[in-house]
């Protein structure tokens, strides 16, 4: 059985790469450019594991990850946020965040797809 990725990135160099080299690895991607985009897809599709940008033009990640962990089929979907804030105030705002990670953009493109892998269940 294939597992599905839901991509949230408003950039879409990063969504193409990402979704790029998670098909590669097997992952099959879903995609959204905005935070209420990715939530409806979210709780419609229920991926096995939710990659999200921080900077997000309609709310920030860490919002819309705190409306998926309240709705009861999206609370124990693993969330990793994908971002460029990688200074600790950035941290800051995730770590109340249950069952989530966090990898700093740029991403590494040869262990991205292995690092997304560890968040499955």
Do not use: H, W
Request: net charge negative; hydrophobic share 45%.
């Amino acid at each position: 059985m294939k597992r599905t990725v839901l991509v949230i990135d408003d950039n879409r160099n990063n969504l193409m790469l990402e979704t790029d080299i998670l098909e590669f690895a097997g992952f099959t991607v879903l995609e959204a450019e905005t935070a209420a985009t990715g939530i409806a897809c979210a709780i419609r599709e229920k991926p096995d594991v939710i990659i999200m940008d921080i900077r997000l033009p309609d709310m920030r990640g860490s919002d819309a990850a705190r409306i998926l962990r309240k709705d009861k089929s999206t609370t124990g979907i693993p969330i990793v946020f994908v971002t460029a804030s990688v200074m600790p105030e950035g941290r800051i705002e995730l770590q109340d965040i249950s069952n989530s990670g966090f990898i700093g953009k740029p991403i590494n493109t040869r262990t991205f797809a292995g690092e997304i892998a560890g968040y499955i269940k």
